[in-house]
Antibody, heavy 116, light 111 residues
Framework: EVQLVESGGGLVQPGGSLRLSCAAS????????MTWVRQTPGKGLEWVAN????????NYVDSVKGRFSISRDNARDSLYLQMNSLRAEDTAVYFC?????????WGQGTTVTVSS | QSALTQPPSASGSPGQSVTISCTGT?????????VSWYQHHPGKAPKLMIY???KRPPGVPGRISGSKSGNTASLTVSGLQAEDEGDYYC???????????FGGGTKLTVL
């Protein structure tokens, strides 16, 4: 079964850091771009970042550039999102998804709450 | 990286058709055939309903269709059923690189 499972969410103080993980299974991870998308409370989906299949290219939404870093470990079929200098507005459910423009497989999400 | 524009809500009675619009610019919706539509129920994983403007993934019924004219994409749900309720989001490739932008979402209610 094709599956993505996120982990690593939690409560963190403003200015703190958190690392999200996404474990992939059921497909050849190394063949696909991967994406992080978030949904803030009461608002819609927002594209956060994506990374090329071999890790050689990554892209970020302006609001997280310089603070978040997307990476992957193809040997472990895993995707990561390192989040630094967290702000209250980063509070959201974070989803990982397969592909860049046609996100055909999604995880259930992991919740990040930034609050003092 | 401005969000695409969707109506906040749409509704229809069972059996009717409803169309949801998604308006962008020539730098996203109008410039590329990489428009996708997703159905999302809170607490669940979003589900891909349409990709590349008008293609349906396996398992999505034929009464769900997509189209595009200029800078506006549309999702049409025909023969509305209760299961069609949910939040619908469009997305598009944005710019000449590999950026993506989502719409603000439309809450579809089956009356």
């Amino acid at each position: 079964e094709v599956q993505l499972v996120e982990s690593g969410g939690g409560l963190v103080q403003p200015g703190g850091s958190l690392r999200l993980s996404c474990a992939a299974s059921g497909f050849t991870f190394t063949n696909f771009w991967m994406t992080w998308v978030r949904q803030t409370p009461g608002k819609g989906l927002e594209w956060v970042a994506n990374i090329k299949s071999d890790g050689s290219e990554n892209n970020y939404v302006d609001s997280v550039k310089g603070r978040f870093s997307i990476s992957r470990d193809n040997a472990r079929d895993s995707l990561y999102l390192q989040m630094n200098s967290l702000r209250a507005e980063d509070t959201a459910v974070y989803f990982c998804a397969r592909n860049r423009f046609t996100m055909d497989v999604w995880g259930q999400g992991t919740t990040v709450t930034v609050s003092s | 990286q401005s969000a695409l524009t969707q109506p906040p809500s749409a509704s229809g009675s069972p059996g009717q058709s409803v169309t949801i619009s998604c308006t962008g610019t020539s730098s996203d919706v109008g410039g590329y055939n990489y428009v996708s539509w997703y159905q999302h129920h809170p607490g669940k994983a979003p589900k891909l309903m349409i990709y590349e403007v008008n293609k349906r993934p396996p398992g999505v019924p034929g009464r769900i269709s997509g189209s595009k004219s200029g800078n506006t994409a549309s999702l049409t749900v025909s023969g509305l059923q209760a299961e069609d309720e949910g939040d619908y989001y469009c997305s598009s490739k944005a710019g000449s690189n590999n950026f993506v932008v989502f719409g603000g979402g439309t809450k579809l209610t089956v009356l």
